[in-house]
Each structure stands twice: as C-alpha cells, then as structure tokens.
C-alpha cells in the first residue's frame, strides 16, 4: 500500500482548473520529483496533498485513511505531512530557533525545555549548530532556508513536501540546500518535491513525474524518462531544460 495516493484529484480557482484529474501514488520512504513549466500545476498539486487547498473533486488517502473527506479537520494532517516552500516565512522579530519551536509548542503544547534538545540535535544535523540564536536578517538564504525545512521537521512529519524551494537563492547557495535533501533521503524520508533542478531530481528521484497544463502527461524512473520520453511534450520540455 502506498504511504499517499491521489485519484482523480482536481482543483479550481474559478473557471480555471489547475489539477485535472491527477492520480499519484508516493511510497514510503521514497522520493518524487515533479517536473515541468511554470503554470503546470506543481505547486497547487503539493498544498492539495497536506489540504493547504481542498480538492474539489477526487480523493487524497494517508496510509489509507481517507484525508480529503469534506469537514475534516486539517491540522493533524499537516503535521503528518509537513512543506517547505521557496520563500523562508520566517519571523524576522524571532531567533531561528524561536522560529523553529514556534508550531510545536503551539500545536503540541511542547515545552521550550523539552524541545530544546531535539531541536539543537536538527540544527547540528543540518549545520547549523551555531546559528540558533541568529536572527534570519543575520542568515544567508541558504541558512534561512535550511531552517524553515528544520522548522518542517520539528513536527516530526511523515512526509515532507518541497515546493521550488532553491528557486529564491543564488547559485552558490543552491548546493547547501541540496545537500539537506541528500541527508533527509539517506534517512528514508518520504518525500515529494516541485523542482526545477533537473541534475539532482535525476541523480536522487524514484520517480519523475512530469506535469503538463493540470495533468501527470508522464511518469518514471528518471533513467528512463529523462532517457526516452514518450510524449512530445515531455521531450520538447526536457530539451529545453538538460
């Protein structure tokens, strides 16, 4: 069984209809990359799976449970299934490590003292064991970013959503972040990402999954889509961005 799958997922804002029908399955501890132009759909497809945005039509199951049942409170789903996205969203009035124990203490009812260990164990992981009490104006993009995804990962989430989350940084900055996800994949998180970062999604992904106008038109193991796609429009996509 699948750790999240999508049937006939949609989404509408107004007249116009983002996700048209998308079928998705993500198993545990794996990795998906989803692919393709700006406007396809990746973005709004990712807060569809943590109910950022309610579907109006299909179904989203959790470890089999249904979570996209009408009048479901979606909190306890968030904090199975945790996003990043590509701007940071930190409080600049907060430390990062203010920042970063902010949801847990709020949602859990954890105490600063309970989550101080744990949270000091995310920075050091991530490299960042002596910037907790940096605010984010005295942190790199890079830095900033990587603690919104320790942020993320405070709540002790299932799955872990990344939407284009190295597009705001500058080139030399893009590695560090990179090499985040790298760690979160040895450790067998399962993951989905929006990206445009066609080398790494090739070197890491499962699986690609290339979104055109609403729709998955494609979908594989990167050596084989990246390879020899069958749709046009996939191949017309990849030789643009390869």
Same mark, same amino acid.
């Given at each position: ?5 999508? #049937? ?21 501890? +794996? &990795? ?14 990712? !807060?569809?799976?943590?109910l ?16 996209? +049942? ?23 009035? &907060?430390?990062?490590? /203010?920042?970063? &124990? ?13 989550? !101080? ?7 050091? #992981? ?5 910037r ?18 320790? !942020? ?11 939407? +284009? ?10 590695? /560090?972040v ?5 760690d979160?994949?040895?450790?067998? &998180? ?27 038109? +494609? ?20 030789s643009?961005?390869?």
């Open positions: 069984m699948a750790k999240l799958s999508l #049937r006939r997922v949609r989404k509408r804002f107004g007249e116009h209809e983002v996700c048209k029908g998308i079928d998705l399955d993500v198993a545990e501890g +794996e &990795m998906v990359c989803l692919i393709g132009a700006s406007g396809s759909g990746k973005s709004t497809l990712l !807060r569809c799976m943590n950022l945005e309610p579907i109006d039509d299909g179904v989203i199951w959790l470890d089999g449970t249904d979570i996209s +049942e009408p009048g479901l409170d979606p909190q306890p789903v968030r904090q199975q299934i945790g996003i990043v996205f590509q701007s940071y969203n930190l409080f600049p009035h &907060m430390t990062a490590a /203010e920042n970063v &124990m902010l949801a847990p203490r709020r949602v859990r009812r954890l105490s600063r003292e309970e989550l !101080r260990p744990r949270v000091a164990k995310l920075f050091s #992981r991530f490299g960042l064991g002596d907790m009490e940096h605010y984010p104006d005295q942190l790199s993009g890079g830095q900033q970013q990587r603690v919104a995804i320790i !942020r993320a990962l405070a709540m002790e989430p299932q799955i872990m959503l990344f939407d +284009e989350i190295t597009s705001a940084l500058d080139p030399e900055l893009v590695g /560090e990179l090499d985040v996800l790298r979160l994949r040895k450790q067998g &998180m399962t993951m989905v990402l929006a990206t445009h970062e066609m080398g790494f999604a090739r070197e890491l992904a499962d699986k690609i999954c290339f979104l055109d106008a609403g729709r998955i038109l +494609e979908q594989g193991p990167p050596d084989v889509l990246f390879a020899s796609p069958r749709e046009p429009r996939t191949k017309a996509f990849l643009r961005v390869l």
